[in-house]
């Protein structure tokens, strides 16, 4: 095998996720759309694509809210859960980018958020690389849906794509088998 290029500066990781006023989400897309995949498949959602992502997976199907910091748009978690009602779906699934990546004021604006939405009967879905389960979300989320990151060009994890499995254990002892769906 030919060793890997070395990754280009656009390419690599961000060592921290870009801050968000209080009371905001970085954002790159909202819209109702009906579930492709998983347990949800069929299901009516409202999918938030939240912006910046700290891997950099070769075959990433969202590298402009993953990769392009630029072209997120601040908006009030409070426009997001109104637009969301609005949709009429039953799920609010946030992806991006990664969900669990955010700085410390815009966690809390995302726990807020899925407070507001479960107690408006919303369910909520999160998709996540695996990296890690914050806080801020425990008891918050109906599905977690894990798509751990291996390399199959190399044959294991590299320092682009990676896991952690103590997150996939903590997240099956807290959810359940039926909260939580591997990718």
């Not at 809210?65 to 609005?86: G, H, T």
């Not at 969900?99 to 809390?108: C, D, I, K, N, V």
């Amino acid at each position: 095998r030919e060793p890997l290029p070395a990754m280009s500066a656009a390419l690599r990781a961000p060592s921290q996720p870009l801050p968000a006023p209080a009371g905001t989400l970085r954002v790159t897309g909202r819209y109702l759309c009906v579930e492709g995949e998983g347990r949800t498949l069929g299901a009516a959602t409202f999918l938030l694509r939240l912006s910046g992502c700290d891997l950099r997976c070769w075959w990433c199907d969202s590298k402009q809210s993953s990769f392009r910091e630029d072209e997120a748009r601040e908006r009030p978690w409070r426009s997001v859960l109104a637009a969301a009602l609005a949709s009429g779906a039953g799920w609010l699934s946030l992806s991006g980018g990664e969900p669990t990546w955010r700085g410390p004021a815009e966690l809390r604006s995302l726990a807020a958020l899925c407070r507001a939405a479960r107690k408006q009967g919303l369910r909520i879905k999160i998709e996540s690389n695996g990296l890690r389960l914050p806080p801020e979300l425990d008891g918050l989320v109906d599905l977690w849906s894990v798509a751990p990151k291996f390399d199959s060009k190399v044959g294991s994890q590299t320092a682009a794509m990676h896991y952690d499995s103590r997150v996939l254990r903590r997240l099956l002892r807290l959810q359940g088998p039926s909260g939580l769906q591997l990718k």
